[in-house]
């Protein structure tokens, strides 16, 4: 064994060298080498831990791919070397307009062509070509130019995930980057090299505080006594409140509950804390220090939860970060975004420079799933200052609330299922939010019960 990649005597290129380093060289045409080395870094050394070089030469639309043992590896370019770096690429006239499939190369998986074509043939037995233009194709997903070049906004200033191009075609439920490294590992195979993954599947359990608690106060408690009564004319729930209210339990308050299950699965919760004025009040009373005690002495971790989210308002993201770093007396170092406001890359410029190293925020809330085609934490891309970014990207993947519009229970439970195997067919991150409120039976019977089954499987 050398480095990530291996001699493989069986294969039927048996070559007479062994692999003696893990860098790869890569052949591309001098423009858009930004772009280029940001899709390089993520596709080969954050998926699959190689070391690459750039080389610039005059390869007429093509990616060229050597291998240690100098086998190569040949991609299309069909996109960078159609634009001229002056003019770019942020147009809606260059979101693909249909999408192909490339078949029976991966076992059991087509392969969405967003750029290319469905071709893949043998040049001789050192060289492959594929049609299917990689680099743009995972370039789309990761960087998220095609919510810059789209201008239209829903009522909360967000990009219509009804507009996003996987939402369409029906393939946000695929991580396309990981499809696309697996295509290239497939092909590395083929040609004599066996890339071995280290990186194994795990969940990542996280939770938005948007109310720590449901009753802070008699008239709370009184409110829900009503909505028993009056809006959910439910007898039972009625007495349900008032047996919780009795007995000094309330609803929201399941820190201790998420973060047992959280340490009997080997895991950490991480909190983040939308700093309302009610949540405020709620955290400078002596049962909310007792929470955030406990999430720091269990060894569980923190993040924000922001409700500001341009650069407008970069002295009041500034001040709720520092006002909660003093609450949990550490660094604060991730953050989400609340309701998911979120503009790439200005939210995230934003972020960076108020030292947020880790977002969570992309995820469509009607479509589960893949918004950045990733399923590991990654680097993201400033499209419009054309750089790579110091802030990374944890991709959320299932959230409660998608769950909450299904009546049939069996029917979230298969898109838990789904969505967690295919997570750990690509050795990723399950990365999912669930809400401290949503045990509450009054608003949501399942939650519970889903939420059980989400960590048993």
């Known amino acids: 064994m050398y480095g990530n990649f291996y001699y493989n005597p069986k294969q039927k290129n048996n070559y007479r060298h062994y692999f003696l380093y893990t860098m790869i060289r890569i052949y591309t045409e001098p423009i858009f080498l930004p772009e280029k080395e940001y899709v390089f870094t993520v596709l080969f050394k954050e998926i699959l831990g190689l070391d690459f070089s750039i080389h610039t030469s005059s390869v007429s639309r093509q990616y060229k791919i050597h291998l240690p043992n100098n086998a190569t590896i040949e ?5 960078f070397s159609g634009f001229s770096e002056s003019v770019g690429y942020c147009s809606t006239d260059n979101i693909p307009k249909k999408i192909t499939y490339l078949k029976d190369v991966l076992p ?11 071709s893949y043939n043998e040049i001789n037995d050192q060289s492959l070509y594929c049609g299917v233009d990689i680099i743009a194709g995972a370039f789309f997903m990761l960087s998220r130019w095609e919510e810059t070049s789209i201008e239209e906004r829903d009522s909360f200033g967000r990009f219509p995930e009804r507009l996003s191009l996987a939402v369409k075609h029906n393939f ?33 359990l996280t939770h938005d505080i948007d109310f720590m608690y449901k009753w802070m106060n008699s008239t709370d408690f009184l409110r829900t006594l009503c909505g028993d009564l009056c809006k959910r004319a439910s007898i039972q729930t009625f007495k349900t409140s008032w047996a919780l209210r009795k007995q000094k339990k309330d609803p929201y308050d399941t820190f201790d509950k998420l ?31 007792q929470v ?36 949990a007396e550490s660094k604060i170092t991730k953050s989400r975004q609340h309701f998911l406001k979120i503009q790439v890359p200005d939210t995230l410029r934003v972020l ?11 995820y469509y809330r009607n479509n589960p799933g893949f918004r950045t085609g990733m399923c590991i934490e990654h680097s993201m891309f400033d499209c419009i200052n054309r750089k790579i970014m110091s802030i990374k990207e944890l991709p959320l993947i299932l959230m409660d609330v998608s769950l909450q519009k299904y009546t049939q229970i069996e ?18 991150n399950f990365v999912c939010l669930w809400h401290n409120s949503s045990f509450d039976y009054h608003t949501w019977k399942n939650g519970d019960e889903l939420y059980s089954y989400l960590i048993e499987i």
């Open 411 to 428: 029917d979230a439970q298969t898109l838990i299922y789904t969505l967690i195997q295919t997570t750990k067919k690509y050795s990723g």
């Open 292 to 327: 955030i005690s406990n999430i720091i002495h269990r060894n569980h971790s923190f993040g924000i939860h922001l409700n500001e989210w341009t650069e407008a308002e970069f002295p009041l993201i500034q001040k709720t970060i520092t006002q909660f770093e003093t609450i």
């Open 352 to 362: 960076e420079q108020v030292g947020i190293y880790q977002d969570s925020s992309l």
């Open 75 to 79: 991609f299309r370019d069909a996109f």
């Open 259 to 289: 973060m047992t299950i959280s340490e009997q699965i080997g895991t950490q919760s991480t909190f983040y804390f939308l700093l309302t004025p009610r949540n405020n009040k709620a955290l400078a009373s002596e049962r909310g220090k």
């Open 108 to 118: 059991e998986q087509t392969i969405p062509v967003l750029y290319g074509d469905a």
């Open 172 to 204: 946000i439920q695929l991580p396309i980057v990981h499809i696309y490294a697996e295509l290239f590992k497939k092909m590395a195979t083929e040609l004599g090299a066996k890339i071995q993954i280290k990186r194994t599947f795990k969940k990542t």
